[in-house]
């Protein structure tokens, strides 16, 4: 009791006994390739988050839908404090204080713009593109090692199943690293009407603060 292993059955063991009651059985030949964008229900997911202002990024649904949620919004104070504390030496962090680690925060980002976006972009699976690797590797692995990210991919499962993440490079994310900086919304929005686009401007759901807040109470494994 209070081992490594006892704490680690102990999580999977819900969620153990709710896939066996769920019965939803295995396809007999699983898919070779993850849906692609024009199909049904696939959002893709264009998101980053910044280590001080922010979280934000766009969403459609296939290549013919011309009018991408937006979202850009400002870290509240106590996920401003809780990326400061994580960014300090072990030593210089006030004790028990919440902690955020950046790729946590970008797998945030991911399933905050998917959530933004459900209500008028009902999806299914979700192609999330980024550019962080540890967020990307953790979506595509459906599971990780830290509490944080594991907390948050239970979350994004919730909304969907399959989720395919996409790293890129930094220079090719310009977009959402706008859009991590609430400053420059009105600018982006500005570009994508200009661009031919009718974007909407969306807010993350409040039950994703609550949720982020929880996972920075959980620092102990970082």
């Known amino acids: 009791r209070g081992s490594?292993?006892?704490?680690?059955?102990?999580?999977?063991?819900?969620?153990?006994?709710?896939?066996?009651?769920?019965?939803?059985?295995?396809?007999?030949?699983?898919r070779a390739r993850f849906a692609g964008l024009d199909e049904p229900g696939v959002l893709l997911v264009v998101s980053d988050a910044s280590g001080h202002d922010g979280c934000g990024g766009w969403a459609h649904l296939g290549e013919a839908d011309r009018a991408p949620a937006v979202v850009s919004e400002a870290w509240p104070p106590w996920a401003r404090e809780a990326l400061r504390q994580f960014k300090l030496p072990a030593a210089q962090r006030s004790v028990g204080a919440p902690l955020l680690s950046m790729p946590a925060a970008e797998l945030f980002a991911t399933w905050a713009v998917a959530e933004a976006a459900a209500s008028?972009?009902?999806?299914?699976?979700?192609?999330?593109?980024g550019d962080c690797d540890p967020a990307a590797d953790a979506l595509d692995a459906a599971s990780s090692a830290t509490p944080q990210m594991s907390a948050l991919?239970?979350?994004?499962?919730e909304s969907a199943k399959q989720w395919l993440g996409v790293s890129v490079p930094r220079e090719w994310n310009l977009d959402a690293d706008r859009l991590s900086h609430p400053a420059e919304l009105g600018h982006v929005l500005r570009d994508a009407r200009l661009a031919g686009l009718s974007p909407s401007h969306v807010a993350i759901p409040e039950w994703c603060w609550r949720a982020l807040r929880d996972t920075t109470a959980l620092a102990a494994a970082l």
């Open 153 to 157: 991919l239970a979350h994004a499962r």
């Open 120 to 129: 008028a972009k009902p999806f299914t699976a979700v192609i999330a593109v």
């Open 4 to 30: 490594t292993l006892h704490v680690g059955l102990s999580r999977l063991l819900p969620h153990a006994i709710s896939l066996v009651d769920r019965n939803e059985g295995i396809p007999l030949a699983p």
